[in-house]
């Protein structure tokens, strides 16, 4: 990816080998509305006064989020640069987990989202932006 803007697109959810995952008798589940977030205005207002969210949104750059003043609880994935999940929490509003150091990009999406994709350490995204 280049030079990374605020923008909508798809995000697609792949396995470990490469392959489109998320189902539980291994169709392709296709692919999740994404919002991304590049600017310093859009990354630092993020979820922040919304009631929920249809999607995704990709944070981009950044290795860290919080919940205050969130008013409902998300699902965390740290991307590293090739767009892998390095990790992925569930967090409550009010929360402040530790960085990423390897993290380059975060997914953010409603409580519950990323385990229906499939998304799970290891795992690949990728974006059509």
């Not at 997914?107 to 932006?129: K, N, Q």
Request: charged fraction near 25%; glycine fraction near 14%.
């Amino acid at each position: 990816m280049g030079k990374w803007r605020n923008g909508s697109g798809q995000l697609t959810v792949a396995g470990q080998d490469g392959s489109v995952d998320g189902s539980q008798d291994g169709s392709v589940s296709g692919s999740v509305d994404l919002e991304v977030a590049a600017s310093y205005g859009a990354r630092r207002r993020g979820l922040l006064g919304r009631d929920g969210i249809e999607g995704a949104l990709l944070i981009t750059p950044c290795n860290s989020v919080h919940t205050f003043r969130m008013r409902f609880a998300i699902d965390v994935a740290y991307l590293d640069k090739e767009l892998k999940v390095l990790d992925v929490h569930t967090l409550r509003p009010g929360r402040l987990p530790l960085p990423r150091w390897r993290a380059r990009h975060v997914l953010e999406a409603e409580a519950g989202a990323m385990a229906r994709w499939g998304l799970r350490p290891g795992v690949r995204v990728s974006l059509d932006v």
